[in-house]
């Protein structure tokens, strides 16, 4: 799955033993993925803290728990670790984790930013605009924030309605609705005053 190389392996067993928690993992991520916003992330995974369906994977000296979402974003992912005069870094390389990657089953956020990123902003990007996913609620809610041109804009309720809310809820029937939660009094970016 995600390769590992031994320099990034001894430094993260070493990080790992500095942990007070015994059986401290990693756990591997994509925030965003299949988005141009896609960031790659590794944390400390205590006892406990591994999600319903994360996958769990053995290195020498440390279980690294890889996020089910995430997984085929994380395909041909490398990790690696330089040395240099400041004591190195570690690197993630994830070619894969801003590719759009949808099917029917994906997740609903996966589904949204997807409709978002490749069919809703390129429109919007002409004004100068964006919409962003902020959060799902449990009810199907989509909370979403415009930005760029699209903040202030006075034409914004009927790019909400018309555009952003017809597209998402007629791709994506298990929406229920959509929320704005951009502060519109903000107008000095506008495309429209």
């Not at 390769?3 to 990034?8: D, H, L, N, V, Y």
């Not at 015994?22 to 995974?45: K, L, N, W």
């Not at 990790?79 to 070619?95: C, S, Y």
Request: aromatic share 8%; with cysteine; charged share 20%.
């Amino acid at each position: 799955m995600i390769e590992i190389s031994p320099q990034a392996q001894a430094y993260l067993r070493e990080l790992l033993a500095k942990q007070e928690d015994a059986d401290v993992g990693i756990r591997v991520f994509v925030a965003q993925p299949g988005t141009p916003h896609a960031e790659t992330c590794i944390a400390y995974c205590r006892p406990g803290e591994a999600q319903e369906g994360d996958m769990p994977y053995e290195y020498e000296g440390f279980r690294a728990w890889v996020e089910a979402r995430s997984e085929h974003y994380l395909v041909d992912a490398v990790v690696d670790f330089q040395e240099d005069r400041m004591g190195g870094q570690l690197t993630i390389k994830a070619p894969n984790a801003r590719v759009p990657s949808v099917a029917a089953d994906s997740p609903l956020e996966d589904r949204i930013n997807y409709v978002l990123y490749n069919e809703i902003n390129p429109g919007l990007a002409a004004h100068g605009g964006m919409v962003t996913l902020v959060e799902l609620l449990e009810d199907n809610i989509a909370v979403l924030q415009f930005g760029g041109g699209c903040q202030g804009c006075a034409a914004v309720d009927i790019t909400l309605k018309q555009g952003v809310e017809a597209a998402l809820l007629a791709q994506i029937p298990e929406l229920a609705a959509i929320k704005d939660v951009t502060d519109h009094s903000v107008t000095e970016n506008a495309y429209y005053r």
